[in-house]
C-alpha cells in the first residue's frame, strides 16, 4: 500500500521562531505607566521613601532638590515613580530649560505654592492677643494660613484664658494655639498660661510688653526701642520719645505696620512662637 499523502505542505523556510518579550514580569504584575512632571519651581511634592516633603528649589542633571516649609533641603535622585504629587505617584523629569530653578517666598520665608487655593478651614484655631499682635500675624503669615487652613482669631484679653480654652473645648481633631504679650515667668500673663492644662491647647508667649517691640528697629530707621518707665502707658511713652503722635497710636501702629515686609523685620522670639503654633495646630 502506499503511504498515506499529507495534505499539508512543509514550508521549504521551516518552522518560524516564537519571539519572546523581554521583560517576563507577567501582565498582571506589571506596572502601570505614571505622569512625567516637570520639576519647576515651587513645585511641592513628597519622597515616599523618607516621607520628607517640600518645594522644588534646584534641578540638577540626574538630581533634585527640595526645601521644606523649615528651610531643610534634601537632594533627590531623579528615579521614575520617585515621587508623589498630591498623593499620586509621578516621574519628576527636567525641566526644559535645564537651568537651576528657585521658588518663589511668602512675607514668612515659606516656599510659595503657585496656584494654592484656600483649604478649607480646620477645626483649630490660633488666638493671638490683641488687635496688632493679629494684624501682624495676618501680614506676615497669612498665605501660610491659607495654604494650612487655619484661622486666626482675635483675642482681647488673657484674664479670662482658662474658661475660653473650656468653651473651646481643643481635641486632637480641634487643637487651639495661643499667642500671648510679655509672657515671661513670674508674670500675671505667666500664671494664667499655667493654668491652661489641655493637652490639645498650647499657650505660648513673645517677652516683649507690646507687639510694636517684636518689629527689628532698623525696619523703622531707629537704633532702638526706647524705655518707658513703668506705670506709664508704653505706646503712648514711646510715641512721645520718637517724636511721633502719641495722641494716634493707631496710625502710628498703621505706619509700624507698612514697614514690615516679611519675616525678616521681625524678632526671632516673636517668628519661633508663631511658626510652633502653626505647626502644633496643623500636626
Known amino acids: 500500500m502506499r503511504p498515506p499523502v499529507s495534505r499539508h505542505r512543509a514550508s521549504s523556510e521551516g518552522p518560524r521562531p516564537r519571539v519572546y518579550s523581554a521583560d517576563l514580569t507577567p501582565p498582571w ?9 516637570p520639576a519647576e519651581p515651587g513645585l511641592v511634592v513628597e519622597e515616599p521613601g523618607t516621607g520628607f516633603c517640600g518645594a522644588v528649589i534646584r534641578c540638577e542633571a540626574g538630581t533634585v532638590t527640595l526645601e521644606d516649609r523649615f528651610g531643610k533641603h534634601r537632594v533627590f535622585p531623579l528615579e521614575p515613580r520617585g ?35 484656600a483649604r478649607v478651614a480646620r477645626a483649630g484655631r490660633i488666638y493671638v492677643e490683641g488687635r496688632h499682635d493679629a494684624e501682624l500675624v495676618e501680614k506676615v503669615w497669612g ?18 484664658l482658662p474658661a475660653i480654652v473650656a468653651e ?4 486632637p481633631d480641634a487643637r487651639l494655639g495661643v499667642l500671648v504679650d510679655h509672657l515671661v515667668p513670674g508674670t500675671k500673663e505667666w500664671r494664667i498660661a499655667e493654668s491652661v492644662t489641655s493637652d490639645h491647647a498650647l499657650v505660648v508667649g513673645h517677652p516683649y510688653i507690646d ?13 532702638a526701642w526706647p524705655k518707658v518707665p513703668r506705670g506709664q502707658d508704653w505706646k503712648t511713652g514711646v510715641c512721645r520719645t520718637l517724636g511721633w503722635p502719641a495722641e494716634n497710636t493707631g496710625a502710628v501702629w498703621r505706619a509700624v505696620l507698612q514697614r514690615v515686609g516679611s519675616y525678616k523685620d521681625l524678632e526671632p522670639e516673636l517668628l519661633g512662637r508663631v511658626e510652633e503654633l502653626i505647626d502644633f495646630v496643623t500636626a
Open 83 to 117: 515621587f508623589l504629587l498630591e498623593g499620586k505617584v509621578v516621574t519628576l523629569v527636567r525641566p526644559s530649560s535645564g537651568g537651576p530653578v528657585r521658588p518663589a517666598r511668602t512675607a514668612s520665608g515659606s516656599v510659595a505654592v503657585p496656584g494654592a487655593r
Open 143 to 160: 498665605d501660610d494660613l491659607r495654604v494650612e487652613g487655619v484661622v486666626v482669631e482675635y483675642l482681647e484679653g488673657v484674664d479670662d
Open 211 to 223: 507687639i510694636w517691640e517684636a518689629v527689628k528697629p532698623s525696619a523703622l530707621g531707629i537704633e
Open 29 to 37: 504584575k506589571r506596572q502601570r505607566p505614571v505622569p512625567e512632571v
Open 168 to 171: 473651646f473645648a481643643p481635641g
